[in-house]
């Protein structure tokens, strides 16, 4: 499945687990450029995702520099361990392996890009880590904001969405896909049509939403320690603007958010207000809902590469 999933990529890679602590693995794909002394690139997909679905992105930001993607802890077919119940300590160990991988590649410095989830992690990394990351770049991040007190009275939730959200509390946010059984891909390609569409330039069929599938069908380890790491409806329970302006002053930010996306757009200005004295710059990306380096590749790896050309 992953071998399709890169048959219109002419660049060489390399695919390979990385081994760090406590027998895990983490799957890997390395755009290597032996030549190029850029500061190389590092890939952090969002939740229930995987590497697979950079696909659209690799070709054109591995030509000048190194481009590392691995599917995070707990996802895709990185190990899946147990976590701690515990919101911080589920994030430190999600942070702990990717300095575990980092330092298993022999990587001095990165520039990281997360997306969603992703965008999180790499954020509780920088701050962990300050001196590894050269450059922060958040795609549609999510976890910045805390949750309204008066969400409710803004925002009313319908009592059927409460009664669901109080039934589903115990389970993990795709347990319904598992549940299904065999019947869990044809489930996928129903909820979500649109990621065929999004990469149909590069296939045919359903190989992307097979593979999303695949990678949520497993043991939902990774899902789990996310699930411990939010409040009701999705919220985090240790919210990012509440600390990032501890992160090291001298690490620029950049957010790249899609302009048709659902996600709130102004964690950017809220982190420029939180860290007046740092680089901070918030990107919309025109025709790109939440997925924009798939929705709109060409003008995301065009961002994408002029961030890191200004890095070097």
């Not at 983490?26 to 590092?42: D, E, G, H, R, Y």
């Not at 980092?102 to 962990?128: P, Q, T, V």
Request: glycine share 8%; aromatic share 12%.
């Amino acid at each position: 499945m992953l071998l399709l999933l890169f048959v219109g990529i002419t660049s060489s890679y390399s695919k390979d687990y990385v081994l760090i602590s406590g027998g895990n693995k983490i799957w890997t794909l390395s755009f290597v450029q032996p030549l190029s002394a850029k500061v190389p690139l590092v890939l952090l997909h969002g939740f229930g995702g995987g590497v697979a679905l950079w696909a659209l992105n690799f070709e054109t930001l591995c030509q000048h520099r190194a481009v590392y993607a691995f599917d995070i802890l707990g996802f895709g077919r990185s190990s899946r361990p147990h976590f701690e119940d515990d919101a911080e300590k589920a994030e430190m160990h999600f942070v702990q392996s990717i300095e575990e991988w980092r330092m298993a590649l022999g990587l001095d410095h990165m520039i990281l890009l997360g997306h969603n989830l992703g965008a999180f992690l790499a954020s509780a990394y920088a701050m962990k880590y300050p001196t590894r990351v050269k450059s922060l770049i958040l795609v549609e991040p999510w976890g910045f904001p805390e949750r309204p007190d008066n969400m409710d009275e803004e925002r009313p939730i319908p009592v059927w969405i409460k009664a669901v959200g109080a039934l589903l509390s115990p389970f993990n946010p795709l347990a319904g896909l598992r549940l299904a059984g065999p019947l869990g891909l044809s489930l996928v390609q129903k909820l979500r049509p649109d990621f065929k569409k999004k990469y149909a330039s590069m296939f045919e069929d359903d190989t992307v939403t097979e593979y999303i599938y695949h990678c949520n069908a497993q043991s939902p380890s990774g899902e789990t320690a996310f699930r411990n790491m939010t409040v009701p409806y999705g919220w985090a329970r240790r919210p990012m603007l509440q600390r990032i302006d501890k992160m090291h002053p001298d690490i620029p930010i950049t957010v790249i958010y899609g302009a048709r996306s659902c996600i709130d757009g102004n964690s950017g200005s809220t982190i420029q207000s939180l860290r007046p004295n740092s680089y901070v710059k918030t990107i919309a990306i025109r025709g790109a809902g939440h997925y924009v380096y798939a929705d709109q590749p060409e003008d995301f790896n065009q961002k994408v590469t002029e961030i890191c050309d200004f890095v070097d």
